[in-house]
Structure formats: structure tokens, C-alpha cells
């Protein structure tokens, strides 16, 4: 049983570049989400999706798109890195209804130089 | 306003003590979730526990429990025995609203030390 797999561990991008983090779950839950973890600030929610074709924005979503064509997929796209978005990041995904049981995956380090 | 608050950005206690570890809230839904997760240095989030705002009883799980005062709106962990293990960024958070929309916001974190 994978749970919340996340790829690519580490990246690096140069300003402007596109790239896409990946984030995959094999235990059909509805609700995904994408955070970020930046030292001092805590983890803050990026997009959110209840289910396929479902997704809203959280409380950093700008320069980010998802889009959640099925159960198990959740990618985040980032269009044109820069510095700012330089942070780990993090996919976690639950049940629709059961809070307690929210996976994360491992995390991506991502580096905008 | 912050919702989720962590007033201690670093916590040091010996091997075996307990150690408490504060958390507030600040919500006006009556129904609301407060959870606690513990990032080792490897970086994955751990759940430890979590507490749920009609409860009546104080949640415990293991080593683990949780001080929850509903009118003051802190939700504490109580780490007992503390082991070389437990050193880590713990994290409180809160969901808000029984809704599967809901959405978990994170505290900045306490960085705990367990020295032997």
C-alpha cells in the first residue's frame, strides 16, 4: 500500500521555468490538497479538491493551478517559478468525512534560483 | 487574527519528563477539530492526536494527550515521558466545520529538544 506518493523529491528551477509537482494516492480518497512549509510560517494550504473535476483555492493559491481529473491525481503546476515559491511542499490526502485519517506524502524541496 | 497560535518556537526537556506543549485557537464554529502532528528531522507529518470540540473527555493517545479548556480555546499536548525520540517540530491545527470543504490550518510550530 503506497499512500501518498510525491514526485519528484528535490528540484531545481531557474526563474520563469514551468514544472509540474506530482502527487498520487491508491486509497480512493475524495479530498486532496497541496500545502507549502516555509521556516517560521507553518504549513499553508495552496488548492484543495473535495473530488474529480472539484478544486478550490486555499489561502496562498497565487501562481499555482491544479486541476483534478481523477480520484487518484492531484498535480500542482507552477506556470512561472520564482524565489518566492522556493519552500517544501506537501500533498496530503483523506477520506471525505474522516479528518483524522489525512495522509501526507513525503514532501518535494523545490529551489527557484 | 492568526487562528491557530504557538507561542513556543522552542521547547528543551530531559529525557523522562513530561513536557507541555501550548497551543490557542481562535474559531466562533461551534464545531471544530484540533489536531496535533509531529515533523521529525526526516520531514514526513505524523499524526499524533487529535481532539474534537464536543468531546467531553480529554483525548489520549499513548505517550500522548491532549489539554483541551474550551473557554479559554487552548488545546495543549502533553507529551509524558519524554523519550530521545521526541525531538522534533510539532504542529496544532484546527478544522473548522464538519463539511468535507473544510479545510485544516496549521500553528507555526514548536521545535521540541530532548536532551538525555
Known amino acids: 500500500n503506497a499512500g501518498v506518493t510525491q514526485t519528484p523529491k528535490f528540484q531545481v528551477l531557474k526563474t520563469g521555468q514551468s514544472m509540474t509537482l506530482q502527487c498520487a494516492q491508491d486509497?480512493?480518497?475524495?479530498?486532496m490538497s497541496w500545502y507549502r512549509q516555509d521556516p517560521g510560517m507553518g504549513l499553508r494550504l495552496i488548492h484543495y479538491?473535495?473530488?474529480?473535476?472539484?478544486?478550490d483555492q486555499g489561502e496562498v493559491p497565487n501562481g499555482y493551478n491544479v486541476s483534478r481529473s481523477t480520484t487518484e491525481d492531484f498535480p500542482l503546476r507552477l506556470l512561472s517559478a520564482a524565489p518566492s515559491q522556493t519552500s517544501v511542499y506537501f500533498c496530503?490526502?483523506?477520506?471525505?468525512?474522516?479528518?483524522?485519517?489525512?495522509?501526507f506524502g513525503s514532501g518535494t524541496q523545490l529551489s527557484v534560483l | 487574527a492568526q487562528k491557530i497560535t504557538q507561542t513556543q518556537p522552542g521547547m528543551f526537556v530531559q529525557e523522562k519528563e513530561a513536557v507541555t506543549l501550548d497551543c490557542t485557537y481562535d474559531?466562533?464554529?461551534?464545531?471544530?477539530?484540533l489536531f496535533w502532528y509531529k515533523q521529525p528531522s526526516s520531514g514526513e507529518m505524523i499524526f499524533l492526536i487529535y481532539?474534537?470540540?464536543?468531546?467531553?473527555q480529554n483525548a489520549t493517545e499513548g505517550r500522548y494527550s491532549l489539554n483541551f479548556q474550551k473557554a479559554r480555546k487552548s488545546a495543549n499536548l502533553v507529551i509524558s515521558a519524554s523519550q530521545l525520540g521526541d525531538s522534533a517540530m510539532y504542529f496544532c491545527?484546527?478544522?473548522?466545520?464538519?463539511?468535507?470543504?473544510?479545510?485544516?490550518?496549521f500553528g507555526k510550530g514548536t521545535m521540541l529538544l530532548v536532551s538525555p
Open positions: 496530503a490526502s483523506r477520506p471525505q468525512t474522516d479528518w483524522e485519517k489525512l495522509f
Open positions: 486509497m480512493n480518497h475524495e479530498y
Open positions: 479538491s473535495v473530488g474529480a473535476g472539484i478544486t
Open positions: 474559531t466562533s464554529d461551534p464545531s471544530y477539530g
Open positions: 481532539q474534537g470540540s464536543y468531546d467531553q
Open positions: 491545527a484546527m478544522r473548522e466545520g464538519v463539511s468535507g470543504y473544510s479545510t485544516l490550518t
